[in-house]
């Protein structure tokens, strides 16, 4: 992994809001190659890399929001990057990171107690020691929400996809009809 970026006032979030809109110049990077997130390196249009999952990560857990539960907006911002990069040279982090950090919102969404990010959305933590405590317990609408944003998209996450089916296992399969749509399979 290249150099810690340079910190930018604008990428550095107060709040879930602030943290949104940074997720938000990220993915401009993303689609477009220029920007801030792409200075003093090569970076082609519509690919991620390293860095911008770095960048994600880093506005992710940045100090303002690390003990705020993530938002439904920055959540939404992370699928757009998902969906803007058809090539991807990060390992399988941002794959990674989008999952924890649906999983972090869709649990506190249903109410329920989440770690502060930085232990969540770490690449050391293990989604499983702490999300599927919550699987049961995950409300129905969060779970169709996040179908809604995985369907018909171009690239599916294979951990977020097998997070939701864990979550599907404990809570009875109401969306049983809905799902073969995104997970590609019969049920």
Not at 87 to 95: H, S, V
Not at 112 to 141: F, G, H, M, Q
Request: aromatic share 6%; charged share 20%; net charge negative.
């Amino acid at each position: 992994m290249s150099a810690p970026a340079p910190k930018l006032p604008s990428l550095e979030p107060s709040c879930r809001d602030t943290s949104a809109h940074a997720l938000t110049i990220v993915r401009d990077g993303v689609i477009t190659g220029e920007g801030p997130t792409t200075k003093g390196r090569v970076h082609f249009s519509r690919a991620l890399d390293a860095d911008d999952t770095a960048w994600c990560a880093r506005i992710l857990t940045a100090a303002a929001v690390n003990d705020q539960p993530v938002s439904r907006a920055e959540a939404e911002v992370l699928f757009e990057i998902n969906e803007a990069a058809t090539e991807r040279t990060d390992g399988g982090r941002f794959d990674d990171l989008l999952a924890k950090a649906v999983a972090h919102y869709a649990a506190s969404a249903s109410g329920l107690k989440v770690p502060p990010r930085s232990v969540a959305l770490s690449a050391e933590t293990d989604i499983e020691s702490w999300a599927p405590a919550y699987a049961s317990k995950v409300n129905s609408e969060m779970l169709e929400w996040i179908a809604g944003q995985m369907r018909g998209k171009r690239h599916n996450n294979r951990r977020l996809m097998a997070m939701v089916a864990t979550f599907l296992g404990a809570t009875a399969l109401p969306l049983a009809g809905q799902l073969p749509n995104v997970f590609d399979i019969g049920m």
